[in-house]
C-alpha cells in the first residue's frame, strides 16, 4: 500500500511548469537521500541580471506548495548576478522523515523581482542508507536524452525481480507498459520509437518488486 501511494504522489507532480526563465540556462535540479536528509543539487549554464533562487516543499501532491529557504535567508541560494559560466549550487533538507516522499519545487528570482519556475521534483526516503530512490545495481538509464524519436531504456536486474517499466506523459496517461518475469537475461534494453507522439517530456517509471519505483524524466525534441 504504501509503494502504491508513494508512486502516485510523485506521478502527480507531472505538471507543466512555466516555461523558460530567461535569467538563467539552467542545467536541472536533483535529489539524493544522504541518510535521514535530502541534499538538492542544481546548476546553471550562464546567469544574467539574476538575484537568487527560492525553494518550496511539500509532502502531499495536492497540497499547496510552501516556503523552504531562499536567497534572502541563505546565502547559499544567492546568485553572483551575471555570469557566464558554469554555477553550482547545494542544498541540504535536514527536516525530513525516513519512509516519506517530498516534492520540491525550484524557481529563480531576477533582478526585477520577476519569479521564474525551473524544475521540480519527488523523492522517497528509505531507511537502508544513502541511495537515490533505489538500489544502484539496477542501473536504470535513458539513452540518448533528449531524443528523436527512439530512446534506449537500459536496467540491469542482477536479483532476478519482477520488473515493470511504464511510460507517461504529462497528463499522467500511460503509452507503454513493460512487464519482466525475473526469468530474462540480468542486462536489458527496452527501445521506445516515439514518433507517433508529440514532442515533450514524458516520464519512464522503473518498478522493480520490494523497492520504491524510480524515474528518469525523458524529452522528445522534434
Same mark, same amino acid.
Given at each position: 500500500?504504501?509503494?502504491?501511494?508513494?508512486?502516485?504522489?510523485?506521478?502527480?507532480?507531472?505538471?507543466?511548469?512555466?516555461?523558460?526563465?530567461?535569467?538563467?540556462?539552467?542545467?536541472?535540479?536533483?535529489?539524493?537521500?544522504?541518510?535521514?536528509?535530502?541534499?538538492?543539487?542544481?546548476?546553471?549554464?550562464?546567469?544574467?541580471?539574476?538575484?537568487?533562487?527560492?525553494?518550496?516543499?511539500?509532502?502531499?501532491?495536492?497540497?499547496?506548495?510552501?516556503?523552504?529557504?531562499?536567497?534572502?535567508?541563505?546565502?547559499?541560494?544567492?546568485?553572483?548576478?551575471?555570469?557566464?559560466?558554469?554555477?553550482?549550487?547545494?542544498? =541540504? #533538507?535536514?527536516?525530513?522523515?525516513? !519512509? %516519506?516522499?517530498?516534492?520540491?519545487?525550484? &524557481?529563480?528570482?531576477?533582478?526585477?523581482? /520577476?519569479?521564474?519556475?525551473?524544475?521540480?521534483?519527488?523523492?522517497?526516503?528509505?531507511?537502508?542508507?544513502?541511495?537515490?530512490?533505489?538500489?544502484?545495481?539496477?542501473?536504470?538509464?535513458?539513452?540518448?536524452?533528449?531524443?528523436?524519436?527512439?530512446?534506449?531504456?537500459?536496467?540491469?536486474?542482477?536479483?532476478?525481480?519482477?520488473?515493470? =517499466? #511504464?511510460?507517461?506523459?504529462?497528463? !499522467? %496517461?500511460?503509452?507503454?507498459?513493460?512487464? &519482466?518475469?525475473?526469468?530474462?537475461?540480468? /542486462?536489458?534494453?527496452?527501445?521506445?520509437?516515439?514518433?507517433?507522439?508529440?514532442?515533450?517530456?514524458?516520464?519512464?517509471?522503473?518498478?522493480?518488486?520490494?523497492?520504491?519505483?524510480?524515474?528518469?524524466?525523458?524529452?522528445?525534441?522534434?
Amino acid at each position: 500500500m504504501y509503494k502504491k501511494s508513494a508512486l502516485f504522489s510523485c506521478l502527480m507532480l507531472l505538471l507543466p511548469l512555466i516555461p523558460a526563465f530567461s535569467a538563467v540556462e539552467f542545467l536541472g535540479l536533483e535529489a539524493l537521500q544522504e541518510a535521514d536528509r535530502v541534499r538538492l543539487d542544481w546548476a546553471t549554464s550562464s546567469e544574467t541580471a539574476n538575484q537568487g533562487f527560492i525553494l518550496e516543499r511539500k509532502s502531499d501532491s495536492l497540497a499547496a506548495w510552501e516556503a523552504l529557504n531562499d536567497y534572502l535567508h541563505n546565502d547559499d541560494l544567492r546568485s553572483p548576478g551575471s555570469v557566464s559560466y558554469r554555477t553550482d549550487y547545494s542544498y =541540504i #533538507d535536514s527536516s525530513v522523515r525516513v !519512509g %516519506e516522499c517530498y516534492h520540491y519545487r525550484l &524557481s529563480g528570482v531576477d533582478i526585477a523581482s /520577476n519569479i521564474g519556475r525551473l524544475d521540480s521534483l519527488c523523492i522517497c526516503l528509505s531507511g537502508t542508507g544513502v541511495k537515490k530512490l533505489f538500489p544502484l545495481d539496477f542501473a536504470f538509464e535513458a539513452f540518448p536524452n533528449p531524443f528523436n524519436p527512439e530512446v534506449k531504456l537500459s536496467f540491469n536486474n542482477p536479483g532476478g525481480k519482477n520488473i515493470g =517499466i #511504464d511510460i507517461y506523459s504529462l497528463r !499522467g %496517461e500511460r503509452i507503454m507498459r513493460f512487464r &519482466s518475469a525475473g526469468t530474462g537475461p540480468e /542486462n536489458t534494453l527496452l527501445i521506445w520509437n516515439a514518433a507517433e507522439f508529440p514532442a515533450g517530456v514524458y516520464l519512464a517509471v522503473l518498478k522493480v518488486d520490494g523497492f520504491p519505483a524510480t524515474t528518469q524524466k525523458l524529452l522528445y525534441l522534434k
